[in-house]
T-cell receptor, first 111, second 115 residues
Framework: DAKTTQPPSMDCAEGRAANLPCNHS???????VYWYRQIHSQGPQYIIH???NNETNEMASLIITEDRKSSTLILPHATLRDTAVYYC????????????FGKGTKLTVNP | ETGVTQSPTHLIKTRGQQVTLRCSSQ?????VSWYQQALGQGPQFIFQ???????GRGNFPPRFSGLQFPNYSSELNVNALELDDSALYLC??????????????FGPGTRLTVT
């Protein structure tokens, strides 16, 4: 079973920041938070991951709370192409650990 | 550098038949994982292959089997197809691990319809 809880859907206006929350209250000390997204009819795409520090890359920022029980993925300037299902996943680094997907959050960016 | 590719794109089979799906991993990646994604659900892990050996399996029956070849490409075989096997089948490759965090790169998937 997925170790994360996400809202089923969210809306965002084009050009505004999209903030997608994720709860992972049972996260272990060695588990990272990963975010993937899946645009309709495509395979999931890796976005970002982090352990405890905030992370930023060219796609998004990841804010992890100090107690690591929740995180927020931020798309700073959402575009219509960011409409997708966003998955928050926790897993340990390395090994053969599978990715356990929940149902994710369907983000709709509106013009 | 080519990404993960899968074939065929779409496939229609009849209940009871057998199917083989194929995946070419990204260059330099020696680990391949297969996922099944039913409509409206997140992907579910089937199994993983690392250097031609099965390296973890999800809650799928033995009629789901796989292979990985020396070039790290992979096949997913499903025998005795059932209607519930209708799904998008995703392949993901990764560079394996040496204790470091890594990411799985997914292919576009094969849409299997069982009638």
């Amino acid at each position: 079973d997925a170790k994360t809880t996400q809202p089923p859907s969210m809306d965002c206006a084009e050009g505004r920041a999209a903030n997608l929350p994720c709860n992972h209250s049972t996260i272990s000390g060695n588990e990272y938070v990963y975010w993937y997204r899946q645009i309709h009819s495509q395979g999931p795409q890796y976005i970002i991951h982090g352990l405890k520090n905030n992370e930023t890359n060219e796609m998004a920022s990841l804010i992890i709370t100090e107690d690591r029980k929740s995180s927020t993925l931020i798309l700073p300037h959402a575009t219509l192409r960011d409409t997708a299902v966003y998955y928050c996943i926790v897993r340990a680094q390395g090994g053969s650990e599978k990715l356990v997907f929940g149902k994710g959050t369907k983000l709709t960016v509106n013009p | 550098e080519t990404g993960v590719t899968q074939s065929p794109t779409h496939l229609i089979k009849t209940r009871g038949q057998q199917v083989t799906l194929r995946c070419s991993s990204q260059s330099g990646h020696n680990t391949v994982s297969w996922y099944q994604q039913a409509l409206g659900q997140g992907p579910q892990f089937i199994f993983q292959y690392y250097r031609e050996e099965e390296n973890g399996r999800g809650n799928f029956p033995p009629r789901f089997s796989g292979l990985q070849f020396p070039n790290y490409s992979s096949e997913l075989n499903v025998n005795a197809l059932e209607l519930d096997d209708s799904a998008l089948y995703l392949c993901a490759s990764s560079p394996g691990t040496s204790g470091n965090v890594y990411e799985q790169y997914f292919g576009p998937g094969t849409r299997l319809t069982v009638t």
